[in-house]
């Protein structure tokens, strides 16, 4: 049914496009290893007969024509990176959705329904501490004040396209109109599969990410010559409130705070910090519950600053909704993890994915694949091939079902 070891084959080709000494991967937006992995996942898509393209923000994306006039059914993931990342986090998904059209091709089976299988633009936001690029465009959620970003060289998002040799001008053209779904699978970043002994599972949900950055100022002097009592140490006081955000976010079951970005000045060794500028990723399932995290977490930060005389900037980088999973299309899941013989185990995701920006605009559906450890964005990120195997038959049944629904 899966050819798996063209799909393995793919996926060890593709990792070596970006390859770090640790081998692990960096591959970030609108850079020339991106483009390089785009023109090999091209290749991939054209040798299974679709029509491929790249769209106004540089989403690559492969079409295949349905027998009628349907809406779309679309599959997809993302094949940028986090710094080191791992080989299987999105590139799984887009290869395995190319396999899943290129094994129907074989069995000559052609789908009532077009398909349009999407690697994504930017998911991980790594370059421009934003996320999901490609996806919002496609939502037509992408605006012209969003491409004003930048990347720690100054370089805008908008720039980036251009140099890219794309047109912003053509933002909306990415808009995806009459889809009928989007399905992905994605390896499960976390320990929940492992933990029930099954390969694969059906995702009920996605935790929404909530990014904000803390700016600290207080005031520069030197180590040696200001008393205790009498510093503004801008680096102490973040190191209470990040402290104090662990506290507080393990307080509720489902909610995670994670500081992954710090920047000191003028990070001297006999100099007092003046300024300590961080990331803050919130997440939860639930709205309210993130919101109540961050609320806490900012009343904190405040009356923190205002004890050592220091002066706080809290500037939000994004705020997603969490966003469920279609029940309809998670039976359809369950029901072909059914058909392979494997127990069902269904989970929510803490991780943000593309899916998240087609809220209110149409069912998505989630399918993961077990992580071995629960290890991702490491170099030492790994999925079976048997386990990749059995998720990419669960896709393949959940198209012809979703296809001939």
């Known amino acids: 049914m899966i050819n798996i070891h063209r799909l393995t084959s793919h996926l060890q080709e593709l990792s070596e496009i970006g390859r770090t000494n640790e081998g692990g991967v960096n591959r970030y937006s609108y850079t020339n290893e991106e483009r390089l992995a785009n023109e090999l996942v091209k290749k991939y898509m054209e040798t299974a007969d679709l029509t491929v393209e790249y769209d106004a923000v540089g989403n690559l994306i492969g079409s295949l024509k349905g027998k009628e006039n349907l809406p779309i059914i679309l599959l997809g993931s993302h094949i940028d990176s986090v710094p080191n990342g791992g080989k299987y986090d999105g590139s799984l998904g887009i290869l395995t959705a190319i396999e899943v059209l290129h094994s129907l091709k074989e069995k000559e089976i052609r789908l009532n329904h077009p398909v349009k299988v999407i690697a994504f633009k930017d998911e991980e936001g790594t370059r421009f501490g934003f996320g999901m690029i490609g996806s919002r465009a496609v939502a037509g959620t992408l605006t012209d004040e969003d491409l004003n970003r930048v990347d720690q060289q100054g370089v805008s998002i908008e720039q980036a396209i251009k140099e890219y040799g794309l047109e912003k001008y053509r933002l909306q053209s990415a808009k995806i109109e009459n889809v009928k779904c989007y399905v992905e699978v994605h390896i499960e970043q976390g320990k929940v599969l492992e933990n029930h002994d099954a390969a694969v599972g059906c995702v009920t949900g996605i935790a929404g990410p909530l990014w904000l950055q803390f700016t600290l100022t207080g005031l520069s002097e030197h180590a040696g010559a200001t008393p205790m009592d009498q510093r503004q140490d801008a680096l102490v006081g973040a190191s209470l409130i990040i402290a104090e955000a662990e506290k507080i976010a393990s307080e509720y079951p489902t909610a995670v705070a994670t500081v992954g970005k710090l920047s000191v000045k003028p990070n001297g060794v006999n100099v007092i910090p003046g300024e300590v500028i961080w990331t803050m990723d919130i997440r939860d399932i639930d709205d309210d519950i993130r919101d109540e995290v961050e609320r806490k977490i900012t009343q ?83 999925s079976s091939a048997q386990d990749i195997e059995k998720a990419a038959i669960v896709l393949f049944k959940t198209v012809l079902i979703l296809d001939a629904k």
């Open 300 to 382: 904190f930060a405040e009356k923190t600053a205002a004890a050592r005389h220091i002066h706080l900037k809290v500037n939000e980088l994004q705020r997603v909704a969490p966003v469920p999973c279609d029940e309809g299309i998670q039976d359809v899941v369950k029901g072909s993890i059914r058909e392979i013989g494997e127990s069902v185990v269904s989970l929510s995701s803490g991780a943000g994915h593309d899916g998240m920006q087609f809220k209110d605009r149409f069912p998505i559906a989630m399918i993961f694949v077990r992580s071995k450890d629960g290890i991702s964005h490491n170099p030492k990120e790994f």
